[in-house]
């Protein structure tokens, strides 16, 4: 039978998965980008310092990486180098985005496909609270505060008003937690609202605003310091930034951490499904120093799942990087013909056809790295860490293995993470770690202004004739690659390959399956009409459709309006 869910993200861009299903398993699955992203042609004759200022216009929830991407590229293609302070600020700045995207997606958008909320309606909130304390010292696991959840939660049902409760299937069989964790993770869903708003906070500081940042530039950051002055990067907002990462660091310890674990015990099961592409791939990041050569953070590239044949990436001009990427059009709604094309020569030019289940069918491009597909985000990158020998990793990730081997009783694998359920453990480690590496960045910054260094910005100066650059970030949902091609001063050609066209790409040029694909084959479907469990596993990765995507009206119409109220 064939089972099409249609979008299935929540808020961010238009994914149709469609599967056959045979005696309750999934036999086949194609994933298609129902939109078209046109960046690069938008970009194409432009200045390239101003390339990251539409850039991260790709997407409104994921808009600091594209900036940070793209000011990469310009940099790379220029040899140029970036300040200590312009270095940290942007860790900073990508660190406190990724926790904030950590927290959301773990909570409020893929929380429910494993929660019931209707369920939560009729637990003992004492009973939720003894359990929400025997697992962390997370002051706010008090009676008083889920009772009150509880009620609110009775008050939207009785409403009808139920907002984003609205749409979940609950009741269904595959939900098995009792109602006292599902009133736990309600009261943590509630909680996490606020400390994702304190992540992005610190944004907001240093980038003038968010979403859509302001102060990165092609060769630093717009951040003038002056400890003494009110209207530049002083000790106030030094310290509110401190005192922010240390607000969310015990939220993610005490509170993500400890839920992950409990909640993925009881769904032990689902470490069975969804491995799929175990080719691991992941970038280094948070620089260190003015080169891009030495990081916080390892990255690297995994093939077949195998750790001992981790192989690093260690800068920004690696090579081994740099010459493994390709994409293909062969099922995507372009003109091609020319087989796989590292992008720097990349094409977008579109044709779309309809949708064809052995020929074209989605508007996302395959990327492949040495010819194979290759599964990115945070699992990729958190297996990278930890082989590479990246204490906080191994440390948090040993952690992590501990309490879900603690509630299960028996040791659990490391082998596990490589399925549905171990993305979201992955993603919840690498939070943790992000944590740690906030307020490490902190207090470099803050002992490099305090050596005297106050320089932020080295002025870009751009050559005749041609220069290639290519910038790459370890963005949340994975790897994110900006390619450009500079001619005279001017931008000939960019290509964007971005974390969810890497994992939600169709079959490439040897009509292998993407990883959103592979990893669906085998997985159980309870019933048709309602298949949650195919939105489990696609929602692992957190997919982002906007980064892979793009909505156009030729005609210049009104597609949406948004009203603030």
Known sequence: MRVVVDPITRIEGHLRIDCEVDDGRVTKAWAS????RGIEL???????????????????????????????????????????????????IIGAHAVHDHIVHFYHLSAL????????????????????????????????????VQERLKAFVESGQLGVF???????????????INLLAAVH?????DYQRRANRIVAILGSKTPHIQNVAVGGVANPINLDSQSTLSVERLMAIRTAIDEIGAFVTQVYLPDVAAIGAQYADWTGYGAGITNYLSVPDMPLDTKGTEFALPGGYIPGGNLGEFQPISSFDDEFFA?????????????????????????????????????????VKSPTFRDERAQVGPLANVLAMYVAGHEPTQRYTNLLVEMVSGHLGSELPLEALH???????????????????????????????????????????????????????????????????????????????????WNAGPRDEDDEPGPYEASLVDNPVADNELPLEILRTVHS?????ACAIHLLDTNQREIVRVRAL
């Open 419 to 501: 399925s549905t359920i171990g993305r979201h453990a992955a993603r919840a480690v690498r939070c943790a770690v992000l944590y740690e590496t906030l307020a490490d960045q902190w207090q470099r910054l803050v002992d490099n202004i305090g050596s005297g260094d106050t320089d932020t910005f080295n002025r870009p100066e751009f050559p005749e004739g041609e220069v290639r650059g290519v910038g790459f970030h370890e963005a949340p949902r994975g790897v994110l690659s900006h390619w450009t091609v500079i001619r005279d001063g001017r931008i000939a050609n960019y290509q964007a390959v971005v974390p969810t066209t």
């Open 166 to 180: 609205g749409s979940g299937y609950w009741g269904h069989s595959a939900m098995t937690l009792s109602p006292e």
């Open 323 to 363: 010459n493994g990427v390709k994409e293909s059009v062969k099922h995507s709604w372009y003109r091609g013909g020319r087989g796989a094309l590292h992008p720097y020569d990349g094409e977008t030019d579109p044709q779309y056809t309809d949708f064809e289940d052995d020929g074209k069918y989605s508007w």
């Open 541 to 545: 990765f957190d997919p982002c459709l």
């Open 42 to 92: 938008i970009l194409k004759d432009r200045d390239p310092r101003d390339a990251w200022i539409f850039a991260q216009r790709i997407c409104g929830v994921c808009t600091t990486v594209h900036a940070i991407a793209s000011v990469r590229a310009v940099e790379n293609a220029l040899g140029l180098e970036v300040p200590l302070n312009a270095q940290y600020i942007r860790n900073l």
């Open 33 to 36: 980008g129902q939109m078209w």
């Open 113 to 148: 496909d494993w929660v019931d909320i209707v369920s939560a309606l009729s637990a003992d909130p004492a009973a939720a609270a003894r359990l929400a304390q025997s697992l962390s010292d997370w002051p706010r696991n008090s009676v008083q505060e889920f009772t009150q």
């Open 189 to 193: 869903y509630m909680q996490a609202l």
